[in-house]
């Protein structure tokens, strides 16, 4: 049995390569970085393997679908992403969109095209990555924050249609609060209650073999996910701004 996990070098995508060959599966690793890759299959072991491409880049997710379509492919995660902190006039539009496509674009490739293989094979699991800030809007990380909502309403959306074509192919998403990972480092931002990567994984893998739709690992994120449904937008609005103003400043000093 084999899984692809893109982004798997590092952070969740790593914990959950982890876990997946803790359950005798073989991983197969994509990310952009060379040696990050050489250095997480070195730590994973001899039933995991990497592939490097620039998934930001569509055909790449597309020759990836074909080096691996042969491979049958039991298991998808869908990790590879990154965020940005600022306002929108003023991040960079080149890098804006390279998050698009990365987030969006490569996921959606993806999916589509391995869960086209399960389907006529009728079994096998997609697990996309998305976060707890898919459930609101994010002033000053919009595009962040939309991008992730995309990947939970699409991921919700493709699990119905699978479901009402009665294929037994699994098609959910994680959405995860603040985790203990180099994302964070990357944003400059430290959370007070990050959680573990590896019991986050754990976690994640368990539900999705019990075929749970929507991942969301804590009570706390569980409780803000139902909330924001009933919060004013207004409020809402104002009150992710402020969190993200207090992480702006914060990751300022730190620097």
Not at 51 to 60: F, G, M, Q
Not at 129 to 149: D, E, H, N, V
Request: net charge positive.
């Amino acid at each position: 049995m084999k899984a692809l996990i893109t982004g798997g070098s590092s952070g969740i995508g790593f914990s959950i390569a982890q876990e997946l060959i803790e359950r005798d599966y073989d991983v197969i690793l994509t990310a952009r970085g060379e040696e990050n890759l050489k250095k997480a299959v070195k730590k994973l072991g001899k039933k995991a393997s990497y592939i490097v491409t620039n998934l930001s880049k569509v055909e790449n997710c597309k020759k990836l679908h074909q080096q691996l379509k042969q491979e049958n492919i039991s298991i998808i995660i869908n990790s590879a992403g990154f965020g940005m902190h600022g306002k929108f006039l003023e991040n960079d539009l080149d890098k804006q969109m390279e998050m698009i496509d990365l987030n969006i674009k490569a996921t959606q490739t993806l999916t589509k095209l391995f869960l086209e293989d399960m389907i006529k094979r009728n079994e096998g699991y997609i697990l996309n990555i998305a976060s707890t800030a898919a459930f609101s809007p994010g002033p000053l990380m919009a595009s962040y924050f939309a991008s992730k909502a995309y990947i939970l309403r699409l991921t919700e959306a493709i699990a119905e249609e699978t479901k009402k074509e009665g294929a037994k192919v699994y098609v959910g998403c994680l959405c995860p609060g603040p985790v203990d990972t180099c994302f964070n480092n990357k944003l400059g931002v430290k959370f007070n209650k990050a959680q573990n990567s590896d019991e986050l994984a754990k976690y994640a893998i368990k539900k999705m073999f019990q075929k749970k739709m929507v991942i969301i690992p804590t009570m706390n994120h569980k409780m803000n996910a139902f909330f924001n449904k009933f919060v004013p937008l207004k409020i809402l609005l104002n009150a992710n701004y402020n969190v993200q103003i207090k992480k702006i400043e914060n990751a300022k000093k730190n620097r």
